[in-house]
């Protein structure tokens, strides 16, 4: 069983920044992929980015490559997801997100093994 909380999320105006951490609480989360997730008001929940095991992977939606960076912190336990030149379309609940699968450009939120309860990011324009 692996339990997720997210922080950081917040308000922001457009052009700006926020990092995101999840904090996994199983020990052996490092067996995990992670990843993040997120859902608009009135949209289903989107692929946003995710990480290998050990970090050295990661893939990225269309929207968000080139803005946002992904990491892990295997020895702090925490994962980030670096989102720079926000956007108001970037407004959505984000979901910290583990798989016992591998990493890839393909995952769907059937992929998802545990979820985080989300952060709310708010991004003015």
């Known amino acids: 069983q692996v339990q997720l909380v997210e922080s950081g999320g917040g308000l922001v105006q457009t052009g700006g920044s926020l990092r995101l951490s999840c904090a996994p609480s199983?020990?052996?989360?490092?067996?995990?992929?992670m990843g993040w997730f997120r859902q608009a008001p009135g949209k289903d929940r989107e692929f946003v980015a995710c990480?290998?095991?050990?970090?050295?992977?990661?893939y990225y939606a269309e929207a968000v490559k080139g803005r946002f960076t992904i990491s892990r912190d295997n020895a702090k336990n925490t994962v980030y997801l670096q989102m720079n030149i926000l956007a108001p379309e970037d407004t959505a609940v984000y979901y910290c997100?583990?798989?016992?699968?591998?990493?890839?450009?393909?995952?769907?939120?059937?992929?998802?093994?545990?979820w985080g309860p989300g952060t709310q990011v708010t991004v003015s324009s």
């Open positions: 997100a583990a798989s016992g699968r591998l990493a890839g450009s393909n995952w769907t939120p059937s992929t998802i093994g545990y």
């Open positions: 199983a020990r052996t989360w490092s067996t995990y992929s």
């Open positions: 990480i290998s095991r050990n970090g050295g992977l990661t």
